[in-house]
């Protein structure tokens, strides 16, 4: 089955500065990859998705990136706020596939420092 | 608020027993997914139904069990518990299988004693 790895565990950045979360996933026929966010006591929200189709997508401050051939992904959030703070899961799936379920990395957990 | 609907929101038992936990997806969601969060875990899946049907299969125990009825709502019957299977137990709905935006219910604390 799927594996997702994330990194790193914990990240801590000063807020205005940029965060990076990367993520690599085993199985090649994984073809959506959304991320996630989820604070704490709350349930998970997702933040921004990408397809195997697409190599990059921006949504305001927050960009996914996606290497197909390396089997990476990565989260970018630029100029960080407070409200960032939070923990964040990449995860995967094969859409169309028989296994539709996602399977998620261990998550980040992002403090933005003031 | 997500629109995915899940009761109760805690829930304490005791070990050996047997509990269902119930989830209403969004108005229009045929699939309907359950994972499990724990600490050590993290964010596991567990099973998913699509309008009524099994659909995929995750990382559920035996002893785990779950079905979608006509109505669409879901239950995930746990069994003889024991003290590990303590965690957050979310739902998930999507209007199609994957590769669409899947949206979390507030989720169910378990707590086993």
């Known amino acids: 089955g799927e594996n997702v790895e994330q990194h790193p565990s914990t990240l801590s950045v000063q807020e205005g500065d940029s965060a990076v979360i990367k993520c690599t996933y085993s199985?090649?026929?994984?073809?959506?990859f959304p991320w996630y966010k989820q604070e704490l006591g709350k349930r998970p929200q997702l933040i921004i998705d990408?397809?195997?189709?697409?190599g990059e997508k921006k949504d305001q401050r927050i960009a996914v990136t996606l290497n197909k051939t390396a089997k990476h992904f990565s989260l970018h959030i630029t100029e960080t706020q407070p409200e960032d703070s939070a923990v964040y899961f990449c995860?995967?799936?094969?859409?169309?596939?028989?296994?539709?379920?996602?399977?998620f990395g261990k998550g980040t957990h992002l403090i933005i420092q003031p | 608020d997500s629109g995915v609907t899940q009761t109760p929101k805690h829930l304490i038992t005791a070990t050996g027993q047997r509990v269902t936990l119930r989830c209403s997806p969004r108005?229009?969601?045929?699939?309907v997914y359950w994972y499990q969060q724990s600490l050590d875990q993290g964010l596991q899946f567990l099973i998913q139904y699509y309008n009524g049907e099994e659909r995929a299969k995750g990382n559920i125990l035996e002893r785990f069990s779950a079905q979608q009825f006509p109505d669409l709502h879901s239950e995930l019957n746990l069994s003889s518990l024991e003290l590990g299977d303590s965690a957050l137990y979310f739902c998930a709905s999507s209007l199609s299988t994957g590769g669409t935006e899947a949206f979390f219910g507030q989720g169910t604390r378990l707590t086993v004693v």
């Open positions: 199985d090649s026929a994984s073809n959506y």
């Open positions: 108005s229009g969601d045929l699939s």
């Open positions: 990408i397809r195997s189709n697409v």
């Open positions: 995860a995967a799936s094969e859409s169309g596939g028989g296994a539709d379920g996602l399977t």
